[in-house]
């Protein structure tokens, strides 16, 4: 069988999958289009949150985040695990208790205000639209590597499917099959892994193989890795970072953004009970965790085995590694994967000192153009994508072909899961709270499914035209949609919790606040609306307000967000009584019923 | 009515007890050992590299898992105790 045939095979089995749970799931009222009815186990619903939130972004490109940026850029494992701490604790449970379809229907109650509402819904639809372009676009590159379909055709495909189990289904039929793409995606991701971790290490189990010896040098791996990468005129993949100011701020931006990110809040509005979504919570980062942590060891492994595949003296016991370096591969003797993905335009050779052999270095690292020249190398002649790395992985170990298809199932799976869950809370904000709760209130029942169905149907035309002709905040999705969810929603939602004096007008300028701070910041660097060009500063260390990234920066928002609605909250006046006895009542499980529109 | 009111206070007290304590401990792994305490835990070595390095790429992340399960348990017990369980 072709590999053609064998990825053909694979996806279409995972599509006829989802396909036969829409034809299962058809939701038959709102509380099943908004909340799957309710009654979701808090493990099934852990899971569903693991692929709701594990992204393309999370199954593609985080292993080459890792494997490119070394210790530095734990902060994706960090920040993106650490926020469930935050919702656990913060904001699911009481939000769950409070017990309503979404997000601003929460934060419009609870602040009295139509004004909070809307803001809350207008940071809802721009982090998520930011979110799921990525998702479509995602799966437009795993279709059109693995199907030979034009990256086009791939987005409509992908489109298509979502359209079939959220429409009908909605939060129902998307919870069921966020579990079976949870199911297809770690089984993807995991069998790769272990199978590089015992070539490597002889250690199966990938997160110890990363800590363990390298089999064939017999020196620790990550020693290995450092060795190998500091030949090179690498950092050392393990080196510490020296501003520490920004990776605090960074992560914390991560972490207070997943929390605030309504798509992932809105699963727990499916659980029965406030002590299960507490569990859930837990269970969640438990099936996030087993991605999580094979990450770093898939990124470790993959970058040591593309440094090794190009300069073979490497890989063993070394007693010179300067001698070493000096021998890379012929450019005619690379192996096939390579050839592979030379093809997509992903892996790029050039030539530069004419000498057929491939040199592939740090040739921005000024300390290392003496070593440079005296090698006689001209420049790094190698150009891999950090995004092929995971999908590169069966290839690299020489894995049978199923190992691809199954790659290939789940890099779709992963896309997919999330860009469902994202157009949820994108249709259910503008159905509910836009048209039954500050439009038409005297909506019908039915007329409320039918408006959330077509506006499901809207966003998903809306995410493929983005995903087909990406703007230029669609690369943007760590700044615009963490710093959005991060600075506006996240204080807005904590205080609606823990704070009885916080009230409508503190809330609505505190979150002005955050998001406009958060805004200004980011587009001072990126540009205003991100039209290239029209930054204000250069996006460099240098020129960063005390070393703060503009991705860092929703952190900063988040503090100005609370500072200022505490401040105006207590000029103003207090709540009224009915407010305080709805906060009394959110803090307390007791009689949380099942989620209801009304 | 009172007495409902002192009961609820004191479970909301005791809740923002376990958050804080759990919210340290959150912020000991990640912020401490894994960033800026990284420095000084540099001599424990772990596989090939440090214990801040572990902690930054394994051991906050488990750490997480921990804290949220140990949360949820003692805030059913919390239920229970206040008899504000469903």
Not at chain 1, 184 to 207: D, E, G, K, R
Not at chain 1, 301 to 328: F, H, I, K, S
Not at chain 1, 508 to 514: C, E, F, S
Request: proline share 4%; with cysteine.
């Amino acid at each position: 069988m072709s590999q053609f045939a064998i990825n053909l095979l694979f996806v279409g089995a995972s599509f006829a999958l989802y396909i036969g749970i829409a034809i299962w799931s058809r939701a038959g009222s709102t509380k099943d289009f908004y909340v799957a009815g309710g009654g979701v186990h808090p493990v099934t619903n852990g899971m569903a949150t693991a692929a709701d939130w594990m992204s393309a972004a999370s199954f593609i490109s985080m292993a080459g985040l890792l494997a490119s940026g070394g210790y530095a850029n734990s902060t994706f494992l960090m920040g993106w695990t650490g926020g469930y701490v935050i919702l656990a604790m913060l904001l699911a449970p009481y939000l769950r208790k409070f017990g309503k379809f979404t997000v601003p229907d929460f934060i419009g109650d609870r602040f009295y205000s139509s004004t909070a509402r809307l803001v809350a819904v207008i940071c809802l639809v721009v982090a998520s639209v930011t979110y799921v372009i990525g998702q479509m676009t995602g799966a437009g590159v795993a279709f059109s590597r693995f199907l030979e379909v034009s990256n086009t055709l791939g987005i409509w495909i992908a489109a298509l499917i979502v359209f079939l189990y959220a429409v009908f289904g909605g939060m129902k039929g998307i919870t069921y099959t966020q579990v079976a793409q949870y199911v297809v995606l770690i089984i993807a991701y995991t069998i790769p892994a272990v199978f590089i971790s015992l070539q490597l290490t002889n250690n199966p189990i990938p997160m110890f193989g990363m800590f363990s010896t390298h089999a064939e040098s017999g020196v620790p791996l990550l020693q290995k890795l450092d060795d190998v990468v500091n030949a090179l005129g690498f950092r050392d993949y393990t080196a510490d970072v020296d501003n520490k100011l920004n990776m605090t701020l960074f992560t914390l931006s991560l972490m207070v953004g997943t929390a605030g990110l309504p798509h992932v809040i809105i699963r727990f509005f499916t659980v029965p009970r406030v002590a299960d979504a507490r569990w859930s919570a837990g269970w969640a980062l438990v099936f996030i965790a087993l991605l999580y942590v094979t990450a770093p060891a898939v990124g470790s492994m993959a970058r040591l085995n593309l440094m090794t595949t190009v300069y073979p003296d490497m890989a063993g016991q070394v007693e010179n590694y300067d001698e070493a370096a000096t021998n890379p591969i012929r450019y005619e003797e690379r192996p096939d994967w390579i050839r592979t993905w030379e093809e997509t335009g992903l892996i790029e050779f050039e030539d530069m000192n004419d000498d057929g052999r491939i040199q592939f270095y740090n040739d921005g690292n000024e300390d290392f153009a003496d070593t440079e020249e005296e090698r006689g190398w001209e420049g790094s002649e190698l150009n891999v994508n950090n995004d092929i790395l995971v999908l590169a992985n069966p290839e690299i170990a020489n894995l049978p072909g199923w190992v691809i298809g199954l790659i290939a199932a789940g890099g779709i799976a992963a896309a997919l899961s999330t860009a469902a869950g994202l157009l949820l809370a994108i249709s259910s904000a503008i159905s509910h709270d836009l048209i039954r709760n500050m439009i038409n209130p005297n909506i019908s029942e039915k007329g409320e499914m039918l408006a959330a169905r077509i506006s499901m149907a809207g966003s998903i035309l809306v995410a493929t035209y983005l995903g087909l002709n990406p703007p230029g905040f669609a690369a943007q999705t760590v700044a615009l949609a963490f710093g959005i969810a991060g600075a506006s929603l996240f204080p807005a939602l904590m205080m609606g919790i823990f704070s009885k004096r916080v009230n409508n007008k503190g809330a609505v300028a505190g979150m002005l606040a955050g998001l406009l701070a958060t805004l200004l910041y980011i587009f001072t660097y990126l540009g205003w609306f991100f039209i290239p060009e029209t930054n204000m500063l250069p996006n460099t260390p240098e020129h960063w307000m005390l070393g703060i990234s503009p991705l860092s920066f929703g952190a900063v928002g988040a503090v100005i967000n609370f500072t200022v609605a505490f401040l105006v909250a207590n000029v103003t006046e207090e709540p009224p009584q009915e407010i305080q006895d709805l906060v009394e009542s959110v803090r307390s499980p007791k009689g949380a019923g099942a989620a209801t529109g009304h | 009515m009172a007495d409902d009111k002192t009961n609820a206070d004191a479970y909301w007290k005791a809740n923002i007890r376990l958050i804080t304590g759990c919210l340290i401990v959150w912020a000991l792994v990640s912020y401490g050992f894994a960033i800026l305490l990284r420095p000084l835990l540099s001599g424990i070595p772990v596989g090939g590299t440090d214990l801040g390095f572990w902690f930054a790429q394994q051991g906050s992340i488990l750490t997480f898992i921990g804290i949220i399960f140990f949360y949820a348990w003692k805030m059913n017990r919390l239920d229970k105790k206040f008899g504000l369980g469903e």
